[in-house]
Structures are given as structure tokens and as C-alpha cells.
């Protein structure tokens, strides 16, 4: 009785891809690039992982920072298993770029909270640093100037007020009978309206005061002492 010996089937050798393989530099330049956004995903062929990956953000960035580590140690490859294709220095280079790449994002994050910590830091010990700054900061209108200036109000207060409001001034200064007399043209230029402001100091004091304005160009403070 003969037995028939059957020979065990080969195994198949994997055949060569088809195509151009993909660049080992351009899957982690992807991957600095839109990780986030998970092109470097789709790039490699993993399409529905891509697909995650660009709904989650990156994994929320950790899911992107974890792929450029394997990526540069050669742990994530190609879906179709074929090796990326890269030249001799591709490592040496991409290594030092994404080194530097996360060193940067790291410092700006630092940044970011040192910002946010001191801003909180200030507002919880002073509630006003940054209400006090606005309000100083903030232009007065045409009429809340107007009612601050008043015939008799000194010198020094009428000038801090045109200042703060941040009129432009063209100052004239002579004597007579009367005293020193300073003649001060103030003007302020916005999208609204075009102002000025025409003031007389007798003696250190205000003693006359003329408002002009683009709608209207006789406008006089009631409280104006005619010369």
C-alpha cells in the first residue's frame, strides 16, 4: 500500500507595491503641519483613523503629538505595510525640527498660563487695576467736555481737562493793563464731529471760553464773559 506525499503549499511572496511609496519626511512634516487635523493619517492611507483623528482634533493634541513620536522612531508606517521611503539624513533633520517644533509650543503654552496667572493675580488683589486703567484711558465726549470747563476754574485744571480728552493746542501769551493773558486754541478731529475749543487765561484763570463744532459754528458756553 503506497501513501501519496502531498508537498506543503509554498508560502506567497509579498508582491511590490504599486505606486510610489510613501516619503518618510513628508508623513512627519504632515504630521507638524495638520496633525491636529489628521492629515498625516490620511496621508499614510489609514483613512477612517484620519477621519477620527480630524473629528477628535488630534485626540484633543496628544492623539497628533504621540503619532510625530512614532512616526519619527519608525513605528508608524504605511497601511498597506510597505515601508517609508527616506533618505540617509531625513532622521537626523526631522528629529532636531520636531524637537524644536514642541520645544516652541511648550514655551508658548508656559507663556500663555504665566500671562493668565498674573492678570488673575492682579484682579484678585486689586479689583480696580484694570477698571481704574479704562476709565482714565476712556475719551470724553464733546459735551461732558463742554461741562467741565467753567469761566473762573484755574488754569492748570482746564488744560488737564483739554489733555486728558486729548485736544491739540495752539498757545499765545501776552501782557497788558489786565495781566498776563494766554490765548489757547484747542481742536479734536473724530469721524463724528470736528471740534474746537478757544480759551483765555487771565491770570492764571479762565476767562473766557468759545466752542465751535462742525454742526455748529456759533456755539457759545453760557457762562462766556464777553471782552
Known amino acids: 500500500m503506497t501513501h501519496e506525499v502531498v508537498n506543503p503549499t509554498p508560502p506567497i511572496p509579498p508582491q511590490p507595491q504599486s505606486g510610489r511609496p510613501k516619503r518618510y519626511a513628508t508623513a512627519i512634516g504632515l504630521s507638524l503641519a495638520g496633525g491636529t487635523m489628521g492629515i498625516d493619517r490620511f496621508y499614510l492611507g489609514y483613512v477612517g483613523l484620519g477621519i477620527l483623528k480630524l473629528l ?29 521611503e527616506q533618505s540617509p539624513n531625513d532622521k537626523k533633520y526631522l528629529k532636531i525640527a520636531v524637537i524644536v517644533y514642541y520645544v516652541s509650543i511648550g514655551v508658548t503654552v508656559l507663556l500663555s498660563i504665566g500671562v493668565i496667572a498674573t492678570s488673575i493675580f492682579i484682579a484678585s488683589t486689586n479689583p480696580k487695576a ?14 461732558e467736555v463742554y461741562a467741565k470747563l467753567s469761566v473762573g476754574m484755574s488754569e492748570s485744571d482746564a488744560k488737564e481737562i483739554l489733555s486728558n480728552a486729548k ?22 478731529f473724530s469721524w463724528q464731529d470736528n471740534d474746537q475749543i478757544i480759551v483765555r487765561y487771565v491770570n492764571g484763570k479762565v476767562f473766557e471760553i468759545r466752542q465751535f463744532s462742525s454742526d455748529d459754528s456759533t456755539n457759545y458756553n453760557p457762562s462766556i464773559l464777553e471782552s
Open 56 to 84: 477628535t482634533g488630534g485626540g484633543f493634541g496628544i492623539w497628533a503629538l504621540v503619532d510625530s513620536i512614532l512616526l519619527l522612531q519608525g513605528k508608524l508606517g504605511s497601511a498597506d505595510g510597505s515601508p517609508l
Open 130 to 143: 484694570f477698571s481704574s486703567q479704562q476709565s482714565s484711558t476712556q475719551e470724553l465726549t464733546r459735551d
Open 167 to 188: 485736544y491739540s493746542k495752539n498757545c499765545s501769551k501776552s501782557t497788558d493793563a489786565n495781566g498776563t493773558i494766554e490765548d489757547c486754541t484747542y481742536w479734536r
